[in-house]
């Protein structure tokens, strides 16, 4: 019987061949934006899954409030894993990475091979007992044993082969540039490549006992510490056992604050809270303030809008199949009848109807494979992904994409499918079939769901980038256009100062300077804690950034001096003299801060007083998600990069002029260099992806949705054919029924607007309020929105209803 069926629905399909590819295009569209998305969901949500024990690992990160600032940090210092290793019996076990973007000698590592030297980024320094808690594959070597004596490194595949040509590396030596010497450093284990769905990303690993580290310190924050914990008490009650921890090892410091106990501590308004974070949470949950994260962190927000987006995607592509298979009922109408004479029961169509929807979905499904297969590679390059069409087939997966024709067949064709099995044969063989306003109401309800939903897209595609204009164009405190930016200065060493003193003298350079700092996220940072006046207590304190510069920073990176002046070789005395900027000034509380002071104190308890020389206006060192913090500037020699404002229309000539004086001052150092805009652009480059994104699916969107006002333009015409060739006997003309026929349509993308245009302001509006300075909403935006919908309804309309108004009367009206 049931192969019957499928034999009775493909001679159907092949009969009207337009119908079926018309729905099958409708079908295959929204099936494989359905499936690019849910290979994004996929991936986003397998992060740091696929550890043995993912389930048991936790990262310990700080949340505090001191000096009247929130601090959310995933470092934490270094005797504290240890210490909860050995005081809770819950702590199976420990481990601690060092990775410092504020010591560029330390995150970027100059690996030798061949005479030349290699900056290698992705390095870090980690606990014997890493592997302990990340399983990774190892290739080659013993990965217990194989970091547990100083100068050992750890390697991955593809660094083994870059380096020695294939994996079979353990027992070799690995040479790197550390204070102008080689040091060897003898490779024990070769891993296989770290997984990109992982939320830390490394070719090198080097033995913890290898790092120069003042070790000991419990309240600096340098390392990711992460806990195995025993099955048994819940986090959260371990978490609150953590609070004694705080207690036993932090007190102790409260003295340098002429404290005695936390209590104290926490009556002035400040705190410290430990909080477990699993690790798969960190990707996408992650609320660590700037820079604390070692790779760029997802968003759940983000999930779950285009996890939406994908769901009503498929949606849409369902209703166009009820829109067209209803918009054909009339041509199917005396099949129906004759079947019902002959003896068919209702419920033997419906399955007929449901089995020629499942073999339409199922061919669209193939269809939306292919399609998805060679938009892949695209989507992976807007999403800054690696992902793979063979994740659809794995195990946990397979079952569910060989479901869904089944599933969304049963959706689309059900509706449909009732719809045409009620015909009765009587009214059909006598031609007097109506299909009433029931049937059609819900078509247009439908139809004004997918032009909403496409409206929405709309406006959110406007707003991301209308926000990320803002952006660009905003004055964001200082310059970055046009600043060449050598990452590795520190290569240079004694001759840092020559080389961007020659620089500066080429043609197209007007300024240069050397320091570790620049005013973009994830470049290097410093917090350091200072005081209001020389005595030491919690509410005197405040933490801020603290940038070493030169005399040159201020005006190459085209800060503004509102007061006082900039450093001066002419001062003997500005070695020990700050600037500040405008939200340094506020907390202290200071409308002129030129000629006060501030102050650091020792461990002794001694204060030294750093006289304030100058105060610049507020910058955005960070993205406009966070509001601009305190910054103080001192005059102290940094070389980890060299920056050059430069004024030139032939750059590529400039950047090669500068590569011949690196050349000059740093033989077989490698040269690398980029301009302050991209590290500018690479702050909002998740927001650039979800424009991209949202603009590749808003069309897919409204080309399934034009399908759909297509699909119910042709079922209007037919019901309504009698109607035309009367009118036109009468003397309508085709404007007047091309217009007759297109208002219905514009109502219902008014409709249609009325809804999108107050909930697209809602969403939009939420993800808005994430940054501190953001573009306001303006009427244009709902106005364009509108204007392309009712457009492209439209344009969509007008095909079918010119098709109509032009056809013979004669035809329409020989029936009666």
């Known amino acids: 019987m049931f192969s019957n ?114 900056t290698e980024s992705n390095t870090a320094y980690v606990d014997s007992t890493f592997f302990n808690v990340f399983k990774f594959p190892a290739i080659e070597g013993n990965l217990r044993t194989a970091l547990n004596e100083p100068g050992t490194v750890v390697i991955t595949a593809s660094t083994a082969v870059k380096y020695f040509g294939s994996t079979d590396a353990a027992g070799k030596t690995l040479t790197v540039k550390e204070n102008g010497k080689d040091v060897p450093y003898k490779v024990n284990a070769v891993i296989k490549d770290i997984p990109g769905n992982t939320h830390f990303d490394f070719n090198i690993l080097f033995s913890m006992k290898s790092l120069n580290y003042q070790w000991g310190q419990v309240g600096n924050s340098n390392f990711y510490t992460y806990l195995v914990l025993k099955p048994g008490p819940g986090v959260r009650v371990f978490e609150k056992q953590l609070n004694g921890y705080i207690v036993k090892y932090f007190t102790p410091l409260l003295k340098d604050f002429n404290m005695s106990s936390m209590e104290e501590f926490e009556k002035t308004g400040n705190r410290f809270n430990f909080i477990l ?46 829109n067209l298979t209803t918009a054909r009922s009339a041509g199917r109408a005396r099949e129906v009848g004759i079947r019902k004479v002959l003896g068919t029961e209702r419920k033997e169509l419906i399955l007929q109807f449901l089995s020629e929807s499942t073999l339409m979905v199922l061919l669209s499904l193939l269809v939306a494979v292919g399609i998805a297969f060679l938009i892949l590679p695209l989507f992976n390059s807007v999403a800054a992904k690696s992902m793979s069409m063979a994740s659809l087939f794995s195990p946990a997966i397979l079952p569910l994409l060989l479901a869904l024709p089944f599933v969304v067949g049963l959706l689309a064709g059900s509706y449909p499918a009732f719809f045409l099995s009620r015909f009765k044969p009587i009214e059909v063989l006598k031609g007097k079939l109506r299909m009433g306003t029931k049937s059609g109401g819900l078509r247009s309800v439908l139809v004004v769901f997918q032009f909403t939903t496409s409206i929405i897209l709309i406006i959110g595609t406007i707003v991301v980038y209308r926000q990320l204009r ?5 004055d964001l405190g200082f310059n970055k256009e046009q600043v060449l930016i050598i990452n590795n200065a520190d290569a240079l060493d004694n001759n840092a100062e020559a080389f961007k003193n020659q620089v500066v003298q080429l043609s197209g350079v007007k300024s240069g300077t050397l320091s570790a700092f620049l005013p973009v996220s994830n470049s290097s940072r410093n917090a350091w804690n200072v005081f209001k006046s020389p005595v030491a207590t919690g509410n005197n304190s405040f933490n801020t950034q603290f940038w070493a510069i030169d005399y040159d920073y201020l005006e190459t990176m085209g800060l503004k001096l509102l007061k006082g002046r900039n450093f001066s070789p002419g001062f003997g005395m500005d070695s020990s003299s700050w600037i500040i900027n405008e939200a340094t000034a506020r907390i202290l509380g200071y409308k002129d801060p030129v000629g006060k002071n501030i102050y650091t104190i020792n461990d002794e308890g001694k204060a030294t007083a750093h006289p304030i020389i100058g105060l610049v206006k507020n910058f955005n060192y960070e993205s406009l998600h966070a509001a601009v913090g305190p910054l103080i500037f001192a005059l102290h020699r940094s070389t980890g990069l060299a920056s050059f404002k430069v004024s030139t229309a032939n750059i590529n000539t400039l950047v090669e002029q500068v590569q011949n004086k690196w050349k000059t001052m740093a033989p077989g150092m490698p040269f690398s260099y980029r301009f302050l805009d991209e590290s500018f652009n690479e702050m909002y480059r998740a927001e650039q992806r979800v424009g991209e994104i949202a603009m590749i699916f808003s069309i897919l969107a409204i080309l399934i949705s034009c399908l759909g006002i297509f699909g119910l333009a042709t079922f209007i015409a037919e019901q309504r054919m009698k109607e035309i060739g009367i009118r036109k006997v009468l003397g309508a003309s085709v404007q007047g029924i091309v217009g007759l026929l297109s208002a219905d349509f514009m109502k219902l993308v008014g409709i249609a607007f009325v809804i999108a245009a107050p909930f697209g302001w809602w969403v939009m509006n939420k993800w808005l309020q ?11 935006i709902f106005v364009v929105a509108g204007i392309a919908a009712l457009f492209i309804a439209l344009a969509t309309v007008s095909f079918q209803s010119v098709r109509a108004a032009l056809m013979n009367p004669t035809k329409s009206l020989k029936a009666e």
């Open 5 to 118: 069926y499928l034999k009775v629905a493909w001679r159907n399909l092949v009969r009207d061949k337009t119908f079926s590819i018309i729905n099958m295009v409708g079908l295959a569209i929204g099936l494989s934006g359905f499936l690019l998305i849910a290979l994004y969901v996929m991936d986003e949500l397998s992060f740091d899954r696929y550890y043995n024990k993912a389930g048991n690992i936790y990262r310990i990160e700080l949340n505090a409030r001191w000096g009247g600032e929130d601090l959310r940090m995933a470092q934490i210092g270094d005797p504290i894993g240890p210490k909860l290793k050995n005081d809770y019996p819950q702590v199976e076990e420990y481990t601690r990475i060092f990775y410092s973007r504020n010591d560029p000698g330390m995150a970027n590592k100059l690996i030798g091979k061949g005479g030349e030297y290699i």
């Open 277 to 322: 974070t699993p690790v798969t949470r960190i990707h996408l949950y992650s609320d660590r303030q700037a820079g604390e994260e070692m790779r760029p962190s997802g968003s759940i927000q983000y999930v779950a809008i285009f996890s939406a987006v994908a769901l009503l995607i498929l949606f849409i592509a369902c209703i166009n199949f009820m």
């Open 470 to 474: 803002f952006i660009q164009t905003r």
């Open 770 to 780: 994430s940054f501190v300075d953001r573009a306001a909403f303006s009427l244009w």
